[in-house]
């Protein structure tokens, strides 16, 4: 059974079609790359995933139920093992790391009051062991506005880990990433997939995208224009196919 199952998806803006019959699928255990022009609609893709817009026909089941996109929501995506990484504000740049972490989800007494101590550890545990923070600069107290845009992506992906989310969904950020931050940002995925869960991540770097993903799909002005998987394509394959597509797409205009 598929993780997430899209059905001839389809989302308006207004006049703008983002997704026009979109069939998608992410399998358990399994790191699908999403490939796409500016504007092509992968961000959409995955904000009606998560729960963020509603779509507007089609189908979607998330571990075989059948979603109703009257009713869901980011907080049923949670619920059903699906975090995301947004590509705009990942995280609330002033708040302290320990409240991001557990944003939505306070650990509380039977009074309701915030359980601040255990929350701090937790998040230091978090640091540590999945993150891998080496103690230096950042602790649970530093707003996340310190930390470098790979730490931050690193935060947003130990909170999925921690909270052991069966899918994360990675829309790579808009401001460049070092080379640093990208492999750090690479690592997380290879653990992810370690630990059985599945990821798709955005990116516009097919070489970032190429050596974690197990599949690649390919995105074009809201349609799925190709699906590969990587045993099935060399890098510079995969590549040629884009530069393809992106010159059929010229001839149509
Ligand atoms: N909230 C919105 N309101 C209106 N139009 C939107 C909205 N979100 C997306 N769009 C439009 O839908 C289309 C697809 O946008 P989307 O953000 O999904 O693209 P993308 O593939 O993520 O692009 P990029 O690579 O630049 O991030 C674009 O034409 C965009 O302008
Ligand atoms: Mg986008």
Sequence with gaps: MSLVELKNIYKSFGGVVALRGINFEIGS?????????????????????????????????????????????????????????YQEKALAAKQALWRNIFLGRQITNRFGFIKVKEEKEITNRIMRDIIGFTGIGANPDSTI????????????????????????????PTIALSLQEVRKVLNFIRKIKENGKSCVYISHNIANVYPVSDRFVAIDRGQVVGNYRREDITLEELNDELIRLTKVKEGNN
Aim: aromatic content about 4%; proline content about 2%; cysteine-free.
């Design 145 to 172: 506005k310190t930390l470098s845009g790979g730490e931050q992506q690193g935060v947003a992906i130990g909170r999925a880990m921690h909270f052991d989310a069966d899918l994360v969904i990675l829309d790579e």
């Design 29 to 85: 255990n399994e790191v699908v790359g999403i490939l796409g022009d500016n504007g092509a609609g992968k961000s959409t893709l995955i904000k009606i995933i998560t729960g963020l817009h509603p779509f507007d026909d089609g189908e979607m089941y998330i571990k075989g139920q059948k979603i109703d996109p009257k009713t869901y929501s980011v907080k049923m995506a949670h619920e059903m093992g699906i975090e995301t990484v």
